[in-house]
């Protein structure tokens, strides 16, 4: 908690001591309640049955975006609220986020303490706010049989109500924590999930209703909750595996080094290229960079340095190509990059770019400084080549010319007809 921004910190505290707060005066009421009093244990019974349902709502979080979910505790602590009198409702809630954050959390301290906090204030708050709504009449009597539509002015406002209670705390969190403005916030997370409220609060009236039919009926919540909860955690199950099947293909398709592309990843991607070149006849340009005199980098200061420097270059490379370019590692010392749509003139532009880039490319290694620079070979289709491999081919023959002219500079391919368009560029 040390680590957290220190008006998060104050802002932690006062939900805790908020929560804090609401405890001790709905449990002064309980203890004047009287929970050994004659007629209370069905009540009681009652109790401890919401108990667990409120715990399986816990349990199943339905996962809106990435960084937010939305549980379905809320149908069962909206249930307890309008079948249950004060504090019976708060009795539920806090047993069941206990066991949910003690036994199964694997969060920081203060965000479980948090959790539990946030409980008590959405349920405690909301009995006392359900309370002043329906006076006269006592919250449990609302949903009277034949009397649903009565109870709409008291149960619109108290479920926005209600909702705002849910989403606050959380809001004031993530506001402090990424310095935005609350509504913002809400907008890109929470609002998402209002769907999920929606439904967790409709089974929730429902559940009070049929309770009201039939006190057993309250059991038939246990078949959509207990159902719910299996299959959100298939389903998370599945998302879990198809991210980590994800991650791998993106790091097979990535060098561990440099974080490019490999040179499989670079072929199939170029492959991919040079159809969608020939289906628009828009040109594709190849660029291959062959780095010069690499070898006495790693003879004369070793691997770690050698690996330093091909780090950097291929971070020189990536600022330097276009946004819609690819970049690979396509051997040891030799990189690559496509280039989408780019002519002879736009690719030989971006190709000096990047041979000034690399030269630029400085790395300090046991006191001494490294620079390595490159010897670059463009190609275009269809200009110079029509097939994957002949583009390779020319633009690899255009570097070799290029280190052949003296190395740190840019050589085009020749054409079909043998006539090469731009010979030798140097870059700046």
Not at 106 to 119: D, E, G, I
Not at 163 to 184: Q, T
Not at 251 to 264: E, I, V
Not at 327 to 348: K, N, Q, S, V
């Amino acid at each position: 908690m040390r680590d957290l921004p220190r008006a998060l910190r104050g802002y932690l505290w006062a939900i805790y001591l908020a929560a804090a707060l609401v405890a001790a005066v709905q449990g002064r009421v309980f203890v004047a309640w009287g929970p050994l009093a004659p007629g209370h244990a069905p009540l009681l019974l009652a109790a401890a049955l919401v108990v667990l349902l409120a715990y399986l709502g816990e349990r199943t979080t339905i996962q809106v975006t990435a960084a937010f979910g939305e549980s379905l505790n809320s149908a069962v602590y909206l249930a307890a609220l309008l079948l249950l009198p004060l504090p019976l409702p708060l009795l539920i809630a806090l047993p069941a986020t206990l066991a949910e954050q003690l036994w199964h959390a694997r969060t920081p301290p203060y965000k479980r303490a948090f959790n539990v906090a946030h409980s008590i204030l959405v349920v405690g708050l909301g009995d006392t706010l359900l309370t002043r709504l329906a006076a006269p009449t006592a919250p449990t009597a609302l949903l009277r049989p034949g009397h649903l539509a009565a109870a709409v002015p008291v149960l619109l406002p108290f479920l926005l109500l209600f909702y705002a209670l849910d989403s606050a705390p959380l809001l004031g969190v993530l506001a402090l924590l990424e310095r935005r403005v609350p509504w913002r916030v809400w907008w890109e997370g929470p609002r998402l999930a209002a769907p999920v409220e929606v439904a967790a609060s409709t089974v929730g009236l429902l559940a009070a209703i049929a309770w009201r039919f039939d006190p057993l009926a309250l059991a038939l919540l246990f078949v959509p909750i207990v159902a719910l909860h299996g299959s959100v955690r298939t389903l998370a199950r599945a998302v879990a595996a198809e991210e980590r099947e994800a991650l791998a293909v993106a790091q097979a398709a990535h060098d561990g080094l440099t974080g490019l592309l490999t040179h499989r990843a670079f072929q199939t991607r170029l492959e991919e290229e040079i159809a969608r070149s020939e289906r628009s006849g828009r040109p594709l340009a190849l660029v291959m960079i062959d780095l010069d005199d690499f070898r006495a980098v790693n003879n004369t200061h070793g691997h770690q340095a050698g690996d330093a420097v091909l780090v950097a270059i291929a971070t020189a490379i990536r600022a330097s190509i276009r946004t819609a370019d690819s970049a690979g590692r396509y051997g040891g010392d030799e990189f690559a990059a496509i280039l989408p749509e780019a002519d002879l003139i736009e690719a030989l532009a971006v190709a000096a770019r990047t041979c000034a880039a690399v030269a630029a490319v400085t790395v300090e290694a046991r006191g001494a400084t490294i620079r390595v620079g490159a010897s670059l070979g463009v190609a275009v289709a269809p200009l110079h080549a029509g097939t994957r491999t002949e583009l390779i081919a020319a633009a690899d023959a255009a570097a070799y010319d290029a280190k052949g002219a003296g190395k740190g500079c840019v050589q085009c391919a020749t054409t079909a007809s043998g006539v090469t368009p731009l010979r030798r560029t140097q870059p700046g």
